[in-house]
C-alpha cells in the first residue's frame, strides 16, 4: 500500500509541473518570450524557475547580437 502512494504522489508532482523552454525557444518566439517574462516579473512564477532563467538568457543573448559591432 505504501509503494502504491508513493507512485501516485510521485506521478501527481512531476506529472504537474509546467513544459522547460530552452533559451532557443524564447529567443525564436516572442509571444512565448513576453509571456514568461510577464509570468516572472510580477511573481507568477517563480524567478529562481528554470523558465525564467532561460527566457532571460534570450532577451540577453538577443541583446548581445542587437548591439554588435560588425565593422
Known amino acids: 500500500m ?3 502512494l508513493i507512485l501516485i504522489t510521485a ?3 512531476f506529472g504537474c509541473n509546467e ?3 530552452t533559451v532557443e525557444d524564447f529567443k525564436n518566439n516572442k509571444e512565448l ?4 517574462r510577464k509570468k ?3 511573481g507568477e512564477i517563480d524567478g529562481d524557475s528554470l ?7 534570450a532577451i540577453i543573448s538577443k ?3 542587437g548591439n554588435a559591432s560588425w565593422n
Open 63 to 65: 541583446n548581445r547580437v
Open 33 to 36: 518570450l513576453d509571456e514568461y
Open 51 to 57: 523558465n525564467c532563467q532561460n527566457s532571460h538568457k
Open 40 to 42: 516572472c516579473e510580477n
Open 11 to 13: 506521478v501527481f508532482l
Open 19 to 21: 513544459k522547460t523552454y
Open 2 to 4: 505504501k509503494k502504491i
